[in-house]
C-alpha cells in the first residue's frame, strides 16, 4: 500500500506564497508522475502542475508562471511553490502520485493525498 501526506496549506493574503509539500511511502518500486490538483465545491478536480521523474513538468494555463512544480526522487517527494497567490486559488490541493508497487512491478497505480486546503484573502 502507498499513501501520500501533504503538507503546507493555509491562509495567506492575495500576492502571498504558500509552499506544498508531498511524500509518497510504501512498499514502492517507482515514483513515475507526481502532480498537484485542486478542486472547488461543485467543480471537478483539475490538474494543476505535474513533473515526471525525468523532470518534465507540466502546468494549468492559470497557474504558467506563478507555480512552480518540483520534487525530490531520492525523497519520493513534490512540491508546488505558490507565488503571487490569488483569491480564486482558494480551494483543496490534492496530492496525486503514479506508482509501480514492489510486488507488481509491471502495473501502475495511482494515489491521491487527503487534500491540503488553501485559503487567499482578498
Known amino acids: 500500500q502507498v499513501q501520500l501526506v501533504e503538507s503546507g496549506g493555509g491562509l495567506v493574503q492575495a500576492g502571498g506564497t504558500l509552499r506544498l509539500s508531498c511524500v509518497a511511502s510504501?512498499?514502492?518500486?517507482?515514483?513515475?508522475?507526481m502532480g498537484w490538483y485542486r478542486q472547488a465545491p461543485g467543480k471537478q478536480r483539475e490538474l494543476v502542475a505535474d513533473?515526471?521523474?525525468?523532470?518534465?513538468?507540466n502546468y494549468a494555463d492559470s497557474v504558467k508562471g506563478r507555480f512552480t512544480i518540483s520534487r525530490d526522487n531520492a525523497k519520493n517527494t513534490v512540491y508546488l511553490q505558490m507565488n503571487n497567490l490569488k483569491p480564486e486559488d482558494t480551494t483543496v490541493y490534492y496530492c496525486?502520485?503514479?506508482?509501480?508497487?514492489?510486488?507488481?512491478?509491471?502495473?501502475?497505480?495511482?494515489?491521491w493525498g487527503q487534500g491540503t486546503q488553501v485559503t487567499v484573502s482578498s
Open positions: 496525486n502520485a503514479r506508482v509501480t508497487l514492489l510486488r507488481h512491478p509491471g502495473t501502475e497505480y495511482m494515489y
Open positions: 510504501g512498499s514502492i518500486f517507482s515514483v513515475n508522475v
Open positions: 513533473i515526471t521523474n525525468g523532470g518534465t513538468t
